[in-house]
């Protein structure tokens, strides 16, 4: 049985543009003198917001300007323009749940102008047309569950009866405090963070309609 609203997270579920914006943030911080991989960039702020990322980078070390947060945004943005592709697989995932008549939303720690730009290359903008919740929005963001609530909420679902589609540790996290059911995105392979805060794995969009299907509160 499927759930009565699937919560999608944005960059890395629907869109391909984890990749580009940690190789940014790289470059980034190599013009401020500070390494970092594009390995340890991905373990470290996927999922997360700027401003926590702000304020962990300058706990490790990094000598960041005050107005850091303004000028990385515009230079991911700038990069983002250049071109995504939604990630393989996530639209025919889209159509079966239109299908079967069961909705859907994104809610997404990102801005709205973010999603104007990446989902709005790949058709996705009009696709979830009154059905997009920013945490810059809404003024609450994940791990913390009130963005996942505030959707539930206003696609009137109740939120033991919503699934979530996550990549993220504080995605995850936060659907686990909402009280909702967590799939975790895991394309590469490893997923261990995220099974371990209660999500179950999947490694290819092609294997969430059956997930979802068999959706269930444990």
């Known amino acids: 049985m499927f759930p009565a ?4 997270d944005c960059d890395g579920v629907l869109v391909d543009s984890e990749t580009p914006a940690n190789e940014v943030l790289v470059a980034n911080l ?6 970092l991989s594009l390995e340890e960039a991905e373990q470290k702020f996927v999922g ?17 300007p ?11 943005h700038e990069r983002l323009r250049q071109g995504v592709e939604p990630i393989a ?22 801005s709205d102008e973010k999603m104007a730009i990446t ?20 003024g609450i963001a994940k791990p913390e569950p009130g963005l996942y609530l505030a959707a539930a909420k206003a696609m009137a679902a109740m939120p033991d009866q919503c699934a979530v589609v996550e990549d993220s540790v504080s995605g995850v996290l936060a659907a686990r405090r909402a009280g909702m059911r ?19 794995l999947f490694n290819a969009m092609s294997q969430l ?10």
Request: charged letters at 20%; one cysteine or more; glycine letters at 12%.
């Open 119 to 138: 989902l709005g290359q790949t058709g996705l903008w009009e696709r979830f047309d009154g059905r997009r919740f920013s945490a810059k929005t809404i």
């Open 66 to 76: 005050d107005d850091w947060c303004s000028d990385y945004r515009k230079e991911l």
């Open 89 to 110: 697989g996530v639209i025919a995932v889209l159509d079966l749940l239109d299908g079967e008549g069961v909705p859907y939303c994104v809610a997404s720690n990102g």
């Open 30 to 35: 190599a013009r401020h003198g500070m390494t």
């Open 209 to 218: 309609p059956r997930l979802l299907s068999q959706h269930s509160k444990d």
């Open 182 to 200: 967590c799939f975790g995105y895991a394309p590469k392979g490893s997923g261990e963070a995220l099974s371990a805060h209660g999500a179950l």
């Open 48 to 64: 997360g917001t700027l401003q926590t990322a702000f304020e962990t980078l300058k706990a490790m070390g990094a000598d960041l």
């Open 5 to 8: 609203l699937v919560i999608f």
